[in-house]
């Protein structure tokens, strides 16, 4: 993350703070505005995503379900500042880490609601990537899968003249069914995994040319804070950041293509694509060291149609580790 940007997002009272300080905004609550609340959830040790709440005037909107233990984590957060019911959930995308607790909210009261492309990619993937990371997490073990059952095919307004959030399908980016939290009085942007901020693009569910038009759709809200899916809240400029590092991946890959290299060429310069990306201030915190080959393969795939074959992949084994450790994206 570059310096500058770094010290934007963390505009407010940790302002002069380094990234000590941003650490310390794990698992503490965020007031953005009157009645909006951001929580910078704990991947690190319970691979958490971040949640954000509106307290309209009759009832809260919490913005992504997190795992059950991470619903856990915010519910008496969420009391403590106002008793009012949580009505609605709203899960940004099907991924565990983002979904996997609405049978918490259902049970605080809660409806959990998405767009329509969150069913299908839960057809897709469900229950077997449910049953995987129950054999790792007792607290999906512990509770149940819950569709979202309150469906918007491309845009839902909550809207009570005080508060107005606008849940917007932009088009495929992460996975195929991602939706965002738009505030237009606030002008702050809920993106879900849409846009991170920092080495969390997990490629495979989603497309990641179409993820560049899609964040490009959504650099023209005009958002001037970004509440990411994971990492730190950030300002506007964090859209474009995730932005170009799609962007210029994609050119690497396809600069190589149109040059005739071979796949075993392409997964042999996994490294100087890291380091040339890496070498890049303002996207060089989306470098991830373990990922990077596994966006390469899709990039390619993407562009030519076939995958790298079997024999130079890196070992699927440890990709799976990767994946357990962070959230089970892949399970
Ligand atoms: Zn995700």
Redesign the pocket.
């Given at each position: 993350m570059c310096d500058i940007s770094r010290r934007t997002l963390l505009a407010g009272t940790a302002a002069l703070a380094g990234l000590a300080k941003a650490q310390d905004l794990v698992n503490r609550v965020d007031p953005l505005s009157p009645g909006v609340y951001f929580h910078q959830g704990d991947i690190e040790h319970h691979g958490h995503?971040n949640n954000g709440w509106i307290v309209f005037k009759d009832y809260v909107l919490v913005i992504d379900a997190n795992f059950p233990s991470g619903a856990r984590e915010i519910l008496p957060k969420i009391r403590a500042i106002t008793p009012k019911p949580i009505r609605f959930a709203f899960d940004t995308?099907h991924?565990g880490?983002?979904l996997y607790g609405n049978q918490v909210w259902v049970d605080n009261g809660a409806t959990p609601v998405a767009h329509t492309g969150v069913i299908e990619e839960l057809k897709r993937y469900e229950p077997g990537r449910w049953n995987e990371a129950a054999k790792s997490r007792p607290d999906v073990a512990a509770s149940q899968l819950k569709p979202p059952s309150v469906l918007f095919p491309r845009e839902l307004f909550f809207d009570d003249g005080e508060h107005r959030v606008e849940l917007l399908h932009l088009g495929v980016a992460?996975?195929h069914g991602d939706a965002m939290a738009w505030l237009p009085k606030e002008r702050i942007l809920f993106s879900?995994?849409a846009c991170v901020n920092g080495p969390y693009n997990?490629v495979g569910?989603g497309d990641v040319g179409k993820w560049i038009a899609t964040l490009d759709a959504a650099k023209k809200l005009g958002a001037q804070v970004v509440c990411p899916?994971h990492g730190p809240r950030g300002v506007g400029a964090v859209l474009e950041d995730q932005r170009l590092f799609f962007s210029h991946l994609r050119d690497r890959v396809s600069a190589m293509v149109q040059a005739g290299k071979t796949p075993r060429d392409i997964y042999g310069s996994v490294g100087q694509i890291q380091a040339d990306l890496t070498a890049e201030a303002r996207i060089a915190r989306y470098v991830s060291k373990d990922g990077l080959a596994d966006q390469v393969e899709k990039v390619y795939q993407e562009l030519t149609g076939t995958t790298f074959p079997e024999d130079v992949k890196a070992g699927k084994s440890a990709r799976l580790r990767h994946a357990r450790a962070h959230a089970l994206?892949l399970a």
């Open positions: 995503c995308h991924h880490d983002h992460h996975t879900g995994d997990f569910d899916g994206e």
